[in-house]
């Protein structure tokens, strides 16, 4: 490259290094030589700053598409999820969610789906790349159903997660299972998480409750999803939760107020009133 138009490139103490190195190419090559260097068991300075590298790069150029970057993004950087330090695994997440499309890491599917799976069981440590991973589990809902990385193994720990009244990515979770039973209830119903997420529902926040009452309603008004909906199951635990003596209790009052409000919603739809007549009344004989 020449030394001329290589000093004309913005240059951030994160890829210096690798301009000294693109003398001899392209910057973008030489990025992409220094990410294909590291692997799972790279010392952890040395994978993080040629990570850094790569991120300040592709920050400073937002929609730029280079094969080289692409192909160092696709087929290097997604062994650095198996990295040893979390910080490492967490700038690896950031930086898959800047590939043109999921479709680049179908070749390894499962394995970034495990990867993500364990990231998600972590604890509180490891807030960063929990974060970032759930991140780049939303990235992909942007695109087709087909490339979602959400796998019935990955949506059953998403469950886990939002199921934890403690745990810090408790609300983001419930949220992008919210989503997909407006998207894509089949998906949800098939692990079963409709009727827990409608049990997480009433343990709030309020926020959470909400929309999770509108995601119901919405799924009961569909001809084609109100079959994912078990009459007498789905919601026994709301209608249980306006049967139980409160007391002093105030958590079990707080359930109640919200199981209270989620009946309202879903009464003022045909689908509701549908759901409460069916399988013999049994729910409105509950209350």
Not at 118 to 137: C, I, M, N, P, Y
Not at 191 to 205: C, F, H, S, Y
Request: glycine share 6%; charged share 20%.
């Amino acid at each position: 490259m020449d030394e001329q138009l290589v000093s004309a490139i913005p240059i951030t103490a994160h890829y210096s290094a690798a301009v000294e190195d693109a003398l001899n190419g392209t910057l973008e090559d030489a990025l992409a030589a220094r990410v294909a260097q590291c692997t799972e068991s790279s010392e952890a300075e040395r994978a993080d700053e040629c990570l850094a590298e790569l991120q300040a790069y592709v920050d400073q150029r937002s929609g730029f598409r280079d094969a080289a970057i692409q192909h160092a993004l696709s087929q290097h950087v997604p062994r650095l999820l198996a990295h040893f330090k979390w910080y490492v695994r967490a700038r690896a997440y950031r930086l898959l969610r800047r590939l043109a499309s999921p479709q680049a890491l179908e070749y390894c599917r499962q394995y970034v789906e495990l990867c993500v799976m364990h990231t998600l069981v972590l604890d509180d440590s490891a807030h960063g790349e929990r974060e970032q991973g759930l991140k780049f589990v939303r990235w992909t809902m942007r695109f087709g159903a087909r490339l979602w990385l959400l796998s019935p193994q990955v949506v059953k720990t998403m469950l886990a997660v939002a199921e934890q009244a403690d745990d810090r990515m408790r609300c983001v979770c419930l949220e992008t299972l919210c989503e997909l039973l407006v998207r894509d209830p089949e998906r949800l119903w098939y692990v079963n998480g409709v009727r827990t997420l409608t049990q997480a529902a009433l343990d709030g926040p309020w926020a959470i409750s909400i929309a999770i009452a509108s995601a119901l309603a919405h799924v009961f008004d569909g001809a084609a999803t109100r079959r994912f909906i078990h009459p007498g199951i789905t919601l026994g635990g709301v209608a249980s939760a306006l049967t139980e003596p409160a007391g002093a209790d105030q958590a079990l009052t707080e359930r109640a107020k919200v199981a209270a409000f989620m009946l309202t919603q879903l009464l003022k739809s045909w689908g509701g009133i549908q759901y409460f007549l069916a399988d013999g009344r049994h729910v409105i004989a509950a209350l």
